[in-house]
Nanobody, 123 residues
Framework: QVQLVESGGGSVQAGGSLRLSCIVS?????????MGWFRQPPGKEREGVAR????????YVADSVKGRFTISRDNAKSTVYLQMNSLQPEDTAMYYC???????????????WGQGTQVTVSS
């Protein structure tokens, strides 16, 4: 069964930190070469935030969050994390994790999605 469950969202003041977790069903995780974090701010389109190659550990972080957000994974736990520091009001969004069977080097190809976790940053 395909299952991705995000957690760790919440409300925080500007400058604060949150750590998002995405627990993935073992079969889905072992079949997926890349995991990504996306976000959708209110009234805006969804955008890619960070992605990681689950086998080799290579990562990519969007310019908008570079230096503040870090993606990591724990293969033994089939879990992907997004550490978010120095949060700003513009980071307010629903955050989703997603799995791609093949790493495309882009934000395309993500087939399986979680339900999302809300992050709200107040000034």
């Amino acid at each position: 069964q395909v299952q991705l469950v995000e957690s760790g969202g919440g409300s925080v003041q500007a400058g604060g930190s949150l750590r998002l977790s995405c627990i993935v069903s073992k079969y889905t995780y072992s079949s997926s070469s890349c995991m990504g974090w996306f976000r959708q701010p209110p009234g805006k389109e969804r955008e890619g935030v960070a992605r990681i190659n689950t086998r080799y550990g290579g990562t990519y972080v969007a310019d908008s969050v570079k230096g503040r957000f870090t993606i990591s994974r724990d293969n033994a736990k089939s879990t992907v994390y997004l550490q978010m520091n120095s949060l700003q009001p513009e980071d307010t969004a629903m955050y989703y994790c997603a799995a791609a069977l093949t790493c495309t080097g882009s934000w395309a190809g993500y087939t399986y999605w979680g339900q999302g976790t809300q992050v709200t940053v107040s000034s």
